[in-house]
């Protein structure tokens, strides 16, 4: 079975500043991994995802994760935020097997607060 | 072009009632999946359809149930309603094993 650990609940940082979001995963296979936000009062949009190949992975908006197979973790970082990044964040896996059926195992989130 | 859609937004049940929760796939998707988040959690899968067949189910009571129509849309059934099924009920679409869509949620909340 797999699992996923969000470390910080919620992360405040200032407008312009860089921030990292830290995920964890556990797993006995293979997996794939997202990043997915949530906006208030709507559903979730995929940031990115590491399916193979090179472990930095950049998404939209600006925001980049980085696969670290040995430590199993899969951080998402921005350099420079804006007010409208404020929203819920959420880590989630995928094993190979229920790729094909598209299960996705998600942490608990974590909220960014951008202050101006 | 219309991306996931859920009906209704908000829904206020009582505990031991029964509720049907609605959800359009985004066009030319065929496989439905549906996840319960409860407050401050992340989204728990509760089961996927595709062609009209449960393909994948998780930890959830036989309570929750579902279905998917010949057009693709789908529902999610609860029923004896207990108040820990007070959440945000998502749906996601996706072609197959492709990028998943999700809805804007429906928000249960069981008096």
């Known amino acids: 079975a797999q699992s996923v650990t969000q470390l910080d609940s919620q992360v405040p940082v200032f407008e312009e500043a860089p921030v990292e979001l830290r995920c964890n995963y556990s797993s006995s296979v293979s997996v794939y991994l997202f990043w997915y936000v949530q906006y208030p009062n709507q559903g979730l949009q995929l940031l990115l995802k590491y399916l193979s190949g090179s472990t930095l992975v950049k998404g939209i908006n600006g925001f980049e994760a980085e696969f670290n197979k040995s430590q199993t973790s899969f951080h998402l970082r921005k350099p420079s935020v804006h007010i409208s990044d404020t929203a819920e964040y959420f880590c989630a896996v995928s094993d190979l097997l229920s790729s094909n059926t598209g299960k996705l195992i998600f942490g608990q989130g974590t909220t960014l607060q951008v202050k101006p | 072009d219309a991306g996931v859609t859920q009906s209704p937004t908000h829904l206020i049940k009582t505990r031991g009632q029964q509720v049907t929760l609605r959800c359009s796939p985004k066009s030319g998707h065929d496989t439905v999946s549906w996840y319960q988040q409860a407050l401050g959690q992340g989204p728990q899968f509760i089961f996927q359809?595709?062609?009209?067949?449960?393909?994948q189910r998780g930890n959830f009571p036989d309570r929750f149930s579902g279905h998917q129509f010949p057009n693709y849309s789908s529902e999610l059934n609860v029923n004896a309603l207990l108040l820990g099924d007070s959440a945000l009920y998502l749906c996601?679409?996706?072609?197959?094993?492709?990028?998943?869509?999700f809805g804007p949620g429906t928000r249960l909340t069981v008096l």
């Open positions: 996601a679409s996706s072609l197959r094993q492709s990028k998943q869509y």
């Open positions: 359809y595709y062609e009209e067949e449960e393909r």
